[in-house]
């Protein structure tokens, strides 16, 4: 195999993969993702996907088909681990592949709250992936209790959702107040006052 090969199933990489295509490159093209499912939207996965109001075939960035049509190969549900620069050939499950341009589009990985605290215990989850969505979203019912790490939009977005869904929710952040690196304060406190509103439970710093 050679051609351009793309780490990284996510928006970026095959976004990337469909621009390339529409610039008219028409060379071997593979995009590999760790998940088993086709290249989707992340950002519903908090809102609508676990609040059970899209469907699955509605978060996915292309359909399906589009990738074969594209003759874009898909190489879902494999693990790169390892890369020689110098050979140019990625390690991908086992197999050594080559390739003459090589993209990494893998993304950001979520910080998981450590073992002796708690991490490994039932019931805590992160969220990035739809596997992780899938697996929490049962344990969103009605009268449970549930606490957000996390004051970004992601955890915010959790918390919404659980409020709606009629759970207990906690909140706690860091920092002196959610959303710091990415809102004026301005725009922290209409967040926590319409959180508030729905009994979400804030704790900043």
């Known amino acids: 195999m050679s051609g ?6 996510g928006q970026a990489g095959a976004s990337l993969a469909a621009k390339l295509r ?4 028409a ?11 086709p290249p989707y ?3 519903p996965l908090s809102k609508g996907y676990l609040l059970g109001e899209m469907e699955l075939e ?3 960035l292309r359909a399906p088909s589009f990738w074969e049509e594209q003759n874009v190969t898909l190489r879902l549900g494999a693990k790169v681990t390892a890369i020689d620069p110098a050979a140019r050939t990625l390690s991908v499950d086992g ?19 450590p073992a002796a605290i708690g991490g490994a215990l039932g ?5 990035r992936t739809l596997a ?17 790490i996390g004051g970004g939009y992601i955890g915010l977005e959790a918390a919404a959702v659980a409020a709606k869904l009629g759970l207990e929710v906690t909140l706690v952040e860091m920092a002196p107040r959610i959303l710091q690196r990415v809102a004026s304060p301005e725009t922290s406190a209409w967040f926590r006052n319409v959180h508030g509103d729905h009994g979400v439970k804030i704790l900043e710093g």
């Not at 060379?27 to 499912?37: D, N, Y």
Request: no cysteine; glycine share 12%; charged share 20%.
């Open 41 to 43: 939207q992340r950002p």
């Open 27 to 37: 060379g071997s093209l593979t995009l590999i993702g760790e998940e088993s499912a």
């Open 95 to 113: 197999e050594t592949i080559g390739y003459d341009k090589l993209a990494l589009t893998t993304g950001s990985v979520p910080r998981r709250l």
């Open 22 to 25: 529409a610039l008219g490159y």
């Open 132 to 148: 992780d969505v899938d697996a929490m979203a049962p344990e969103f019912r009605q009268g449970r209790r549930l606490l957000v």
């Open 123 to 127: 019931g805590v989850y992160t969220v």
């Open 58 to 60: 509605r978060l996915y």
């Open 4 to 9: 351009i090969v793309i780490v990284g199933a």
